[in-house]
């Protein structure tokens, strides 16, 4: 059984700083590629970013470049999302997604076969 794991959301200021983890389970994770999607109440669920299964290519939506840094630790089955210079409008249910090698874009929600439960991001203004 396929099991991810968000954890770390929480409450933060506007400029601060949070690290979420995805830990996965039930699946060989090198295999992998990983996303990061969000959804803020009212809005469809979006792209964040995503990284391959190596960790040699990382992907970003232009709202988080430059703050957001995705990372992957093989060893762990983990996943992690460094999220600095934080603004309300991050605020959002924060989900990591798996998927297997296929030639959809990263950013297609379609092409995750799994998903976690998310994690609850708030930034306060």
């Known amino acids: 059984q396929v099991q991810l794991v968000e954890s770390g959301g929480g409450l933060v200021q506007a400029g601060g700083s949070l690290r979420l983890s995805c830990a996965t389970s039930g699946l060989t994770f090198s295999e992998y590629g990983m996303g990061w999607f969000r959804q803020a109440p009212g809005k469809e669920r979006e792209f964040v970013t995503a990284?391959?299964?190596?960790?040699?290519?990382?992907y970003y939506a232009n709202s988080v470049k430059g703050r957001f840094t995705i990372t992957r630790d093989n060893a762990k089955n983990t996943v992690y999302l460094q999220m600095n210079s934080l603004s309300p409008e991050d605020t959002a249910v924060y989900y990591c997604a798996a998927r297997e090698k296929t030639r959809y874009g990263w950013a297609s929600r379609a092409s995750y076969s799994y998903w976690g439960q998310g994690t609850q991001v708030t930034v306060s203004s």
């Open positions: 990284i391959s299964w190596s960790g040699g290519s990382v």
